[in-house]
């Protein structure tokens, strides 16, 4: 007779055998009886207990669970939801709770933005998040409820760190569910008075960026809460990750700077610094922290973040560079912050630059060149010389054309690095905005153009970081708007455009190439409208092709055109414009650049 775990038949068997014995049917020693040892009880102090003791119902739910896990991750979603969300609100095991909330938080995880489910996931989970359920239940739930958040913030674009919200931001609007379940859900649990509940809640509201502001008032528990300091240190460390959107509470932090622990103090310093409120105090701090070696990466990161204001620390920055530091790249990113009051430190960066392997030798040419220090010329010109790696020898260029009049000397050298047909593309186009700002400006012109009109075995789509070099040169790109025009009918449109809108009306002959990119699918349409914009009264003559763009469906096509049409005097489109400005589900980014031009429309003459 074969019996399993998994056949779910072991106590129904077991059953009908012993019936059979005791009536004297059969003998025990007539049968050969096998069952077998379930994977997950494989452990020594399991397989006793598995063998002797008949399953129980809520450990064969807690086993389905764990399959039901796996299919929740899937495209099979809608198949097991019912049973999660059942199993979550109403089981009366609390282990058969906490599996379905982590079934429904992975569900959560791999959906996209709009699957199924998910408001329903969210609304589950808010409720096992309530006071009324075990503190198990309540901190798996509101340790997941965050991370829902997670697929949404992935379609949205790069928004890991501060500079990547400020970039979307402006395009968002909260999806539904966020403020209809996770907000007032985490808004609870970060005020829990069970402590692991709220270490939970508050590594869950580090997910939330600048939507966790209205959260943040209620961290006042968790950052008073001397006897678990687990709960401190979580409540900081979201701080830290919410970077400057933790302003509005960043004062309560303040007696950290203080504190015994040196971590409180590193964290402490970091969500200061962050919100923008660097001050004494947070000198003192760091000043305590470089004293020590474990927590010096730690206030580099802060020295950093507070660039000219950390002058103080210009003589720790120096005896690092005069010895071994473990992040030269972290002392010379601090260093390179504090600006003219780094010159003093010339005698240690130029040796750094025999470093001819690395990003060492890379910061210091910049830092170098930003000083223009006339010492750095003939070093910087061996680089360019040397080509010990291209990366090194096009920065060393570039510094050298920082450091201006001064650097001529080394000209021959960046001329010959800009013409070397064996360094990259880009290199060569970086090599050449050099040359023209060390006063060579018509051949570097005549290179670029032929780099940019893809000659040779090249596309524009190597230019790579050229297209934030070239705008170094301004007004004197005037010469290459016939290049760029040709660009508008390639994949780097974009890149051309916003140079052309750099130019001004020295850009209005690519007014028609220009019109051609108003189609609202393509990625260049912003910046052709924003180019439009900017060529002056050339550009009025598009103002019947820019009017219905108002009504496109990408946020940045509404708002680029609104800029655009403020910029060209369009007084026709102010009803439009206005009917945006009242949309209550507009975007902020729409709705500034509407703002603005309805403002500048009501002020101009009447005319278009």
């Not at 912050?337 to 130029?350: D, F, K, V, Y």
């Not at 080394?410 to 006063?439: H, M, T, Y």
């Not at 994949?491 to 028609?512: D, F, I, K, V």
Request: glycine share 8%; aromatic share 4%; with cysteine.
């Amino acid at each position: 007779i074969d019996c399993a775990h998994c056949y779910d038949n072991e106590a129904e068997i077991g059953a009908a055998l012993k019936e059979l014995f005791d009536s004297g049917e059969i003998r025990r020693d007539e049968l050969f009886v096998t069952s077998k040892l379930w994977n997950t009880k494989h452990e020594q102090r399991d397989v006793e207990r598995a063998l002797r003791e008949p399953e129980s119902p809520a450990a064969r739910r807690r086993e389905a669970l764990g399959v039901l896990t796996n299919v929740a991750a899937s495209p099979d979603l809608e198949l097991v939801l019912p049973a999660l969300l059942g199993a979550l609100d109403s089981d009366d095991d609390e282990r058969v709770r906490g599996l379905a909330a982590a079934a429904l938080i992975r569900a959560g995880r791999r959906s996209t933005p709009d699957a199924l489910g998910v408001d329903e996931i969210a609304a589950a989970l808010a409720k096992a998040g309530r006071r009324d359920a075990s503190a198990r239940v309540r901190g798996l739930a509101l340790g997941g409820i965050g991370f829902l958040f997670v697929p949404w913030t992935r379609a949205q674009g790069p928004l890991r760190s501060d500079e990547g919200w400020d970039r979307v931001l402006p395009f968002l609007r909260p999806p539904p569910w966020l403020e209809r379940h996770v907000v007032p859900a985490l808004r609870a649990g970060v005020a829990d008075p069970e402590p692991g509940v709220r270490v939970w809640a508050l590594e869950s509201l580090s997910t939330l960026g600048p939507f966790a502001e209205p959260i943040l008032p209620r961290l006042e528990l968790a950052l008073s809460d001397d006897e678990h300091p687990d709960s401190i240190r979580q409540a900081l460390a979201t701080l830290v990750s919410l970077g400057r959107h933790a302003a509005p509470i960043a004062r309560l932090v303040r007696p950290f700077l203080s504190d015994a622990d040196l971590e409180l103090r590193a964290q402490a310093s970091k969500i200061l610094t962050q919100a923008g409120l660097y001050d004494d105090a947070v000198e003192g701090a760091l000043r305590s922290l470089l004293d020590d070696g474990d927590y010096q990466p730690f206030a580099l990161e802060v020295l950093i973040l507070a660039g000219g204001r950390a002058a103080w620390a210009l003589p720790f920055l120096r005896r690092q560079l005069r010895g071994d530091p473990d992040e030269p790249e972290q002392v010379l990113r601090a260093l390179a912050g504090l600006g003219p009051a780094a010159r003093p430190a010339i005698p240690e960066l130029l040796p750094l630059l025999e470093d001819e392997m690395g990003e060492t030798a890379e910061l210091a040419a910049q830092i170098l060149g930003e000083l223009r220090e006339p010492a750095a010329v003939a070093p910087l010109r061996d680089l360019v010389s040397s080509r010990a790696t291209p990366e090194l020898a096009v920065q060393a260029a570039a510094a050298l054309a920082t450091i201006g009049t001064a650097a001529l000397p080394a000209l021959p050298a960046v001329r010959a690095l800009a013409d070397d047909a064996q360094v990259s593309l880009d290199r060569r186009a970086r090599a050449q905005v050099a040359r023209a700002r060390l006063g060579e400006l018509e051949p570097a012109l005549a290179g670029l153009r032929k780099l940019l009109a893809g000659e040779g075995e090249h596309s524009c789509s190597d230019l790579g970081r050229v297209w934030s070099e070239l705008p170094r040169l301004g007004a004197e790109l005037a010469p290459l708007v016939p290049t760029l025009r040709a660009l508008l009918g390639c994949h780097c449109a974009g890149e051309a455009c916003r140079l052309l809108a750099s130019l001004g009306p020295a850009a209005a002959s690519a007014r028609p190439e220009l019109v051609g990119l108003l189609d609202p699918k393509h990625d260049a349409c912003p910046a052709a409208l924003r180019a439009l914009g900017r060529i002056g009264p050339a550009g009025a003559a598009a103002i019947p092709r820019i009017s219905p763009l108002l009504d496109a469906e990408q946020a940045k096509v509404r708002g680029a055109a609104a800029e655009a049409l403020g910029r060209l005097g369009a007084r026709a489109a102010l009803p439009k414009l206005r009917q945006l400005l009242a949309d209550e589900e507009e975007v902020p980014y729409v709705l500034e650049r509407a703002r603005a031009a309805i403002a500048r429309l009501t002020k101009a003459p009447p005319g278009r």
